[in-house]
């Protein structure tokens, strides 16, 4: 089966979390035996430094054509315009190589609108993978809420990407879906036996906005363990509240306590949950939560805001969901969970998460997706 993956760009040095989802999961499908070929269209700034243009790779197995286009920020409707051009011109290229896919695959909104019309103009069937959380939000904005609404209709198949979104893409736009996780990379993160120590020590991973709740959660430990040089938080992440989030450490005297670790490699992520007790993110929205399915197979157990992407994840045994934007709940919740820390088992934890997101079973639901979206596409055209 050859699958044409339709992605907002890849993975590189210097941004290492650009269209990882979309390259995660096609890397694990060419090792399932299928024939993958990624089409990278990187409509960002110049201010995003890449080598522009046209050009192509092969990335553990998958084939790689990448065509940046530095368009930056422009309104939605330009976006999909110019966004419409270059995915023909990049297929048209690609498909003279490489044949015609049986089936084509978008992540995210805006790819999924552009594949959809890619999808009317050559009948090929596709899937769309949503893990967008701007659709996850009382109030979508309305160009992207147009969009959405059509790369679902002309979708043959709809994965989203937990219960709770699924529940909110019926509710929202009248569609129907199939769950499946965003494929997660845990051979990294494993379960390894902490020695004992006085030291209590939080890790979190998230981008630095405040839709991740960074500045709550240093403002809640700040008054659940006032002076107390035996708890400490790591944070993993970088983004537009570095700055004022450094600020609030020294303003609250948290300096020797709460270390921000910037922007690093999974390797780096992995190796500071082995120095971790806990791990809490209180994010305020989520379509499924990566973060927290990775510290979950780092053995860890978790505290965090019911925001609409972890409540599958996380039940009595292996963490505590809390109510958002309560903040004397979230500073009871840090105060129990250090104190009720040892009853978690990590290895159980750890084995739960991995047996229950593994690639097999994640990689074979997406390929039952296309074989259904090939079946359905049959069907319509009979």
Known sequence: MKVYFISRGYPTTEYKMHGIFEMDQAIALAKAGVD??????????????????????????VKVYSLDWPIGKVPKSLFYRIGAIALN????????????????????????????????????????????????????????????????????????????????LQAKFGVDSIVNSI???LDLF????????????????????????????????AEAFPQDPKVKLIIFGGGPEEDSLRALIQEKGLTDRVDLRGMVHREEIAKGYGEGDLFCLYSHMETFGLAYLEALAAGLPVLSSA?????????????????LFDHSVFVEALREMRNQIGRYDGAQISREAKQSYSVEKITGRVIDCYHQAIRGNEEEKQ
């Not at 993958?36 to 990335?59: E, I, Q, T």
């Not at 909104?109 to 009948?123: N, P, Q």
């Not at 925001?307 to 109510?323: A, D, R």
């Open 190 to 221: 494993e379960y390894r036996e902490k020695k004992p120590s006085e030291t209590f020590t939080i890790v979190s991973t998230g981008r630095l906005s405040p839709l991740k709740g960074m500045r709550e959660l240093i403002e809640a430990l």
């Open 307 to 323: 925001c609409g992407g972890p409540e599958h994840l996380i039940h009595e045994g292996n963490g505590k969901l809390i109510p």
């Open 89 to 168: 011109k990049l297929y048209e290229e690609v498909s003279a190589i490489e044949g015609r896919p049986e089936v084509l695959h978008a992540y995210f909104t805006d790819y999924a609108y552009l594949a959809a019309g890619l999808k009317r103009r050559t009948g090929i069937p596709l899937v769309v993978t949503e893990p967008n959380s701007h659709i996850n939000v009382d109030e979508i904005q309305p160009t992207l809420r147009k969009a959405a609404a059509a790369a679902y209709e002309a979708a043959d198949v709809l994965i989203s990407v937990s219960p709770d979104f699924q529940r909110k």
């Open 183 to 185: 494929l997660p990379d």
């Open 36 to 61: 993958v070929v990624f089409l990278s269209l990187d409509l960002r700034s110049f201010r995003r430094r890449r080598k522009l243009g046209r050009h192509c790779f092969v990335r553990e197995g």
